[in-house]
């Protein structure tokens, strides 16, 4: 018997539950990895939370739970020569990562995507690399960065923030990170310049950067964006991800939007020497625990699950 999480319904962390389950394993044209980490994203409890959410993912009935893991492959079924018993991978398997296997067709098709971990990396950094990766890389792509630039990152303190940011400095960009005060100290360790959200943003912005921002990046709602708009960006040079409210001109953009290639160019970086925070691990058994508190907004960095 194995282990899996599984969501029988639409809700909170409550709808939960660790499953034992008969062993899977690798068919022919598959393989199965033996997770090691699972990262956790904002994605994961939406879909869980909502069946409309759900929906845009093809996903309607009872489900597994997670989308980010890093494992070692451990059965190679018939036909398979991608992959090798033994191999270290890591990538995205939608609503399926946090459990003890995975089960993976091969070749590897979106919204799935498997690589080797390089050198180097360990597991927890590689689950958290995936959608994050992805999501900072579509999200700074949309804007064209210069070195010239000084950029407005809303949520920088987050899983996703902490790898936007770092990506902004390595394009020469001087960056604006907000946050709340208790993460002012973790933003200015990463290089940010920290700035408080809520109420008078722009105000703030202007007072940090007497000469003016030249791009925003959003990555919780449209409150940097907005703040951006009143302070001159042209929208063009504005990105937003994970919110549904579309501002007029301004890219709306994801993980789903990244270009080919844009996981290894963020494994790259990490590689050569960018920081992915792990804010905070847990057991399989305590996902509900895992899931509460990255809901709750107020980690530094990324969540990952120990099988």
């Not at 956790?40 to 996903?59: E, K, T, Y």
Request: net charge negative; aromatic share 4%; hydrophobic share 45%.
């Amino acid at each position: 018997m194995s282990r899996t999480v599984v969501r029988d319904g639409f809700g909170g962390p409550e709808v939960l539950r660790v499953r034992e389950v008969p062993e899977p394993h690798a068919g022919p044209g598959e393989i199965r990895v033996a997770v090691r980490a699972a990262g956790l994203n904002p994605m994961d409890w939406q879909i869980a939370g909502s069946a409309r959410h759900a929906a845009r993912f093809g996903i309607t009935g009872p489900s597994g739970f997670g989308c980010d893991l890093a494992g070692v492959v451990d059965e190679v079924g018939y036909g398979v020569t991608e992959f090798a018993e033994g191999d270290r991978v890591y990538g995205g398997v939608l609503a399926a990562a946090v459990a003890d296997y995975v089960v993976v067709r091969v070749p590897v098709t979106p919204p799935n995507v498997l690589l080797r971990i390089p050198d180097g990396i360990d597991d927890a950094t590689a689950a958290a690399l995936p959608t994050p990766g992805l999501t900072a890389v579509a999200a700074l792509d949309a804007v064209r960065l210069e070195p010239a630039d000084t950029v407005l990152v809303g949520g920088a303190a987050g899983g996703v923030g902490v790898l936007t940011v770092q990506l902004a400095q390595l394009a020469g960009a001087t960056v604006i990170g907000t946050g709340s005060p208790g993460t002012f100290d973790f933003l200015e360790r990463l290089g940010a310049i920290p700035a408080t959200y809520g109420s008078g943003l722009a105000h703030r912005v202007r007072a940090l950067a007497p000469g003016g921002i030249t791009a925003a990046i959003d990555l919780n709602g449209t409150e940097t964006a907005e703040a951006a708009l009143a302070l001159g960006v042209p929208p063009a040079r504005i990105s937003t991800v994970a919110t549904e409210r579309r501002l007029p001109g301004v890219h709306a953009t994801g993980a789903f939007a990244a270009g080919p290639g844009a996981l290894q160019r963020i494994t790259d970086a990490v590689a050569a020497g960018l920081t992915v925070p792990i804010g905070a691990s847990f057991r399989l058994d305590r996902i509900r625990e895992a899931v509460a508190l990255q809901a709750a907004g107020h980690v530094h960095g990324k969540i990952v699950v120990i099988p």
